[in-house]
């Protein structure tokens, strides 16, 4: 095999810079080369741009297995995990990378989305509420069946990236929109059956334009999770019961 062939495509990106700490810095694209390498993520690609090219780039990163959610960022205009997207699949070679919108912005790719996250915890009351004599500490606690246990699962595998909220039309136009993740949360809690609130109490936290009956039904949180968790099985079941709470 000849050197040249055995030499990867050229890879173009085209990213965002912007740090907002900087006096008088204003937002740009600014394009990087770099050579591709087999089974190459996005996420690979951005760290030998930082260590080779630019150390100045800033873009978050931990786990970089699709668990921790923090690399999340939009690719080609979708949002999606930076660790998870091959840049094989982009057959031009051209990769265009944006912050999440939806969030404060740290720097370039780097979004506060913990800010978003804990204000949405507290906003909604997003823990378990027990009911009484369950916080006895020398109580036995409840053995809870298989099935619930599986949906309680099913839910809490969220990674907080915050894709569903940058890919919601709601949270765009409505900034105190709660967002996929917020409605996911509580539907967690409210299939819990250790948790003391009911119907009418959740109604009262979600049951507005703000919350479940705000979603436009676009399927955007779906469509994009990296998770592919059941955003919108979950909104709907918890627009039936906070409808059942009304009548």
Not at 183 to 196: C, H, P, T, W
């Amino acid at each position: 095999m000849s050197q040249q062939m055995a030499k990867g495509r050229t890879l173009t990106f085209s990213i965002f810079r912007f740090d907002p700490q900087v006096p008088g810095d204003k937002p740009k694209m600014v394009e990087y080369q770099i050579e591709e390498a087999p089974g190459m993520t996005v996420f690979i690609a951005l760290n030998q741009l930082r260590e080779l090219q630019d150390p100045s780039l800033q873009f978050d990163f931990v786990c970089r297995a699709g668990i921790c959610g923090s690399c999340a960022m939009v690719i080609n205009g979708m949002p999606t995990l930076a660790c998870r997207t091959l840049t094989s699949k982009f057959t031009d070679g051209k990769i265009k990378l944006m912050p999440l919108p939806g969030f404060e912005l740290i720097g370039d790719l780097s979004v506060n989305t913990g800010k978003f996250m804990r204000e949405i915890a507290e906003r909604l009351k997003l823990w378990l509420h027990p009911k009484v004599g369950d916080d006895d500490i020398h109580r036995l606690e409840a053995p809870m069946s298989p099935e619930e246990a599986a949906k309680l699962y099913e839910l809490e595998r969220c990674v907080e990236c915050g894709v569903c909220v940058s890919a919601c039309a709601t949270k765009q136009m409505r900034d105190t929109f709660v967002g996929a993740v917020g409605l996911m949360k509580i539907a967690r809690f409210e299939l819990d059956s250790r948790d003391a609130r009911n119907a009418e109490d959740f109604y009262h936290v979600i049951g507005n334009q703000d919350g479940v009956f705000g979603c436009m039904t676009l399927l955007g949180c779906q469509d994009n999770c990296p998770k592919d968790l059941p955003h919108m099985q979950q909104i709907a079941y918890l627009r039936r019961k906070m409808a059942v709470t009304l009548v």
